[in-house]
């Protein structure tokens, strides 16, 4: 998944262990996504700042 998406093993492990991704992950993701024709939200729940603060 790592090579796909054109980012580190730590970057994807840390995604997966933690709940949490930066940038070089969903840049990886969005990319990889485009690439192949797939809607990059439909892999991908986004949720405000509000929602996660309660």
């Given at each position: ?26 840049g990886g993701l ?25």
């Amino acid at each position: 998944m790592a090579r796909e998406l054109g980012v580190s093993r730590t970057t994807v492990s840390k995604a997966i262990s933690r709940g949490k991704a930066g940038s070089k992950f969903f840049g990886g993701l969005m990319e990889y996504c485009e690439a192949n024709n797939l809607n990059f939200r439909d892999y991908v729940l986004l949720s405000s700042e509000k929602e996660k603060k309660e």
